[in-house]
């Protein structure tokens, strides 16, 4: 079992910025691939982000690339998303996974475990 604690949602105005925070706890082995979902209201929950922590493997939804960095300190199994230039659009409920089960990133069925979200609200 992993456990996963996000932190640092907040609101901010557009072209603000936040960054989020997960921290691992528990069967550490188990935390391969750290992700990144958002759930956009009225939407299905979406990747953002991930990355691979030994190898530092990065990938972005489309919709984040250029404005959204994904970072890992190992040493303290903590996974973060440093999410600029943010937009109204970027509103929802924000989630750390791992447990990566293979197939593709950006589904959340390929994802063991689960925080339980950071909200992120962005004013226009």
């Known amino acids: 079992q992993v456990q996963l604690v996000e932190s640092g949602g907040g609101s901010v105005q557009a072209g603000g910025f936040l960054r989020l925070s997960c921290t691992a706890s528990?069967?550490?082995?188990?935390?391969?691939?750290r992700a990144w979902f958002r759930q956009l209201p009225g939407k299905e929950r979406e990747g953002v982000s991930y990355?691979?922590?030994?190898?530092?493997?990065?990938d972005y939804t489309t919709a984040v690339q250029g404005r959204f960095t994904i970072s890992i300190d190992n040493a303290k199994n903590t996974v973060y998303l440093q999410m600029n230039n943010l937009k109204p659009e970027d509103t929802g409920m924000y989630y750390c996974?791992?447990?990566?089960?293979?197939?593709?990133?950006?589904?959340?069925?390929?994802?063991?475990?689960w925080g339980q979200g950071t909200q992120v609200t962005v004013s226009s």
């Open positions: 996974a791992t447990g990566y089960l293979g197939g593709t990133w950006f589904l959340p069925n390929n994802f063991l475990y």
């Open positions: 528990g069967n550490i082995v188990s935390a391969n691939r």
């Open positions: 990355i691979v922590p030994d190898e530092r493997i990065t």
